[in-house]
């Protein structure tokens, strides 16, 4: 008798899904004019002119947006977009098992990305402005949180599509944002910022599989039928879920690393604000963050000047987030109390030191690249570190001495910056020594090889007698050169070198 109970309520439930079903399929997917549905998707994912064009234009306003670190300017560029109907219809023509429209839209979104980026870098490449703006840089991180907006944004386009209101696609369009993406990985190219270029491509192309794997799904469960058996069928639900899993995984470090950056940023300010009191105020923080280090730069609008505080503030950060600080602090002496005018005015006079930092910067990349024989956007300039690097190209009757020359040159011009330029492959000098010491003509060839050898980061061959290349090995080798010997005969007091193969 205990059973009847448990098989009125198993009935009374089957009797509840049956009714959902049949209500699902006629009141709900019977209202969905399929045809008419894939006929306007299909139309909208040709590699048409005007597709081109619009993705073109989308493009460069975007990237233009990017630049000038605009929101207004990229959400333009967002509105413009044609690439969703290419994704969208990649979704519904797997849904189908329609290949022949996976393959047209396919072919257009790839062009149209091309595009995009092509132009994009174009833009950048030829612009004065080639800083990371914040616009830029926030689109170099993509995070689970960015799939998320993917796939709900996803959903609304695709039941936008299937119940024919198309006028939801503009909010949409702007919530998965896939030109500005487009756009920061020309950015990266012209610059050849590899962050900026893998950062941008991986959030471009989650947004892309997201959308595409909504859409079959969306168009699955409205009832587009499909000429594919059940196997396959089933194979497309299982590739489905192991392309979500493959871009969640990375997705989600990234999520945990940007969750330990804002703990750290959160320690950081409670300690700069710590060790200078409630009359103190934050005007800038800076962090940024290094495989091994973490490296502060603050400025700080105190009544009173501490002069310990950078030393136990850094201390104090290292303890709390068990990783190694570098901090940098910059302190403003103002009155308790003291009046917005003369905080703005200091916010300005920071604003503006950081203003001819940049400047600064800029003008050594300039010299850097007039004497490398280089265009600008080669050489490579780390602000934050002061370090700046360059790859000469081989200038007529320019020896190893003169690329030494002209590092010492711009290096003198700034003292607080390492410079580095690497010279191309030219001959090495002879070493001279004389009772078994080196001359001063081989004390200079010496230095001139380290330094070469420490720029090119290569191996060195020395050649000549067996006492005089004991003497010459141990020096070139407590320089950090790696060397190789090859003994003989040679004229007595004389060492050549010679470039060696590079190792692997």
């Not at 959400?75 to 109907?85: C, F, R, T, V, W």
């Not at 005969?489 to 692997?504: E, F, H, I, M």
Request: glycine share 8%; hydrophobic share 50%.
């Amino acid at each position: 008798m205990a059973t009847e109970p448990n098989s009125l309520k198993a009935e009374g439930f089957a009797a509840v899904l049956l009714s959902w079903r049949r209500w699902w399929r006629d009141d709900v997917v019977g209202t969905v004019d399929q045809a008419t549905v894939i006929a306007k998707r299909r139309a909208e994912c040709g590699t048409s002119a005007r597709y081109l064009f619009m993705t073109a234009m989308s493009a460069g306003i975007a990237v233009l947006g990017l630049l000038l670190g605009s929101p207004a300017v990229v959400i333009g560029a967002m509105l413009l977009s044609p690439l969703m109907d290419p994704i969208i219809g990649a979704g519904f023509s797997l849904a189908i098992g329609d290949f022949k429209w996976l393959k047209e839209s396919g072919r257009s979104l790839v062009w149209g990305s091309l595009i995009a980026v092509g132009l994009s870098a174009l833009i950048v490449f030829f612009s004065p402005l080639q800083l990371m703006t914040e616009e830029i840089a926030a689109r170099t991180r993509p995070n689970l949180f960015d799939l998320m907006v993917a796939l709900f944004s996803a959903l609304a386009g695709a039941y936008a599509m299937i119940r024919g209101r198309d006028g939801t696609i503009v909010g949409v369009a702007i919530a998965t944002a896939l030109m500005p993406p487009l756009a920061v990985v020309g950015f990266g190219l012209a610059t050849l910022n590899w962050t900026a270029f893998s950062g941008a491509l991986l959030l471009y192309v989650t947004n892309l599989v997201t959308i595409a794997l909504i859409a079959f799904g969306m168009a699955r469960f409205y009832g587009f039928r499909t000429s594919l058996s059940e196997r396959q069928t089933q194979f497309q639900i299982a590739a489905t879920i192991i392309v979500f899993v493959a871009l969640a995984i990375p997705l989600f470090f990234s999520l945990n690393q940007i969750g330990r950056e804002a703990t750290a940023a959160r320690i950081i300010r409670g300690e700069v604000v710590e060790a200078f009191g409630p009359d103190a105020r934050v005007s800038q923080l800076d962090i940024f963050h290094e495989p091994d280090l973490i490296r502060v730069s603050a400025t700080v609008l105190t009544p009173e000047i501490r002069e310990r505080a950078q030393e136990e503030s850094a201390r104090a950060m290292e303890r709390q987030l068990d990783e190694s600080v570098q901090f940098t602090l910059q302190q403003f002496k103002v009155e308790t109390g003291a009046s917005a005018a003369e905080e703005a005015q200091l916010a300005a006079a920071s604003a503006q030191e950081r203003l001819a930092s940049q400047r600064r910067a800029q003008d050594l990349a300039d010299r850097l690249a007039l004497i490398a024989g280089v265009p600008v956007t080669e050489v490579m300039v780390d602000r934050e570190r002061r370090r700046a690097l360059v790859r000469a190209k081989a200038l007529p009757g320019a020896e190893l001495g003169t690329y030494r020359a002209l590092e010492s040159r711009i290096a003198a011009t700034e003292p607080e910056w390492k410079i580095e330029i690497r010279p191309p492959a030219s001959a090495l000098p002879q070493i001279n020594l004389e009772n078994g010491e080196p001359t001063d003509e081989g004390k200079r060839a010496l230095e001139l090889i380290k330094w070469s050898a420490q720029r090119m980061d290569a191996p060195v061959v020395l050649s000549g007698r067996s006492e005089a290349l004991e003497v010459v090995a141990p020096l070139l080798t407590e320089a950090g050169v790696k060397i190789s010997s090859e003994a003989g005969r040679g004229t007595a007091g004389l060492v050549s070198a010679r470039w060696g193969a590079p190792d692997g």
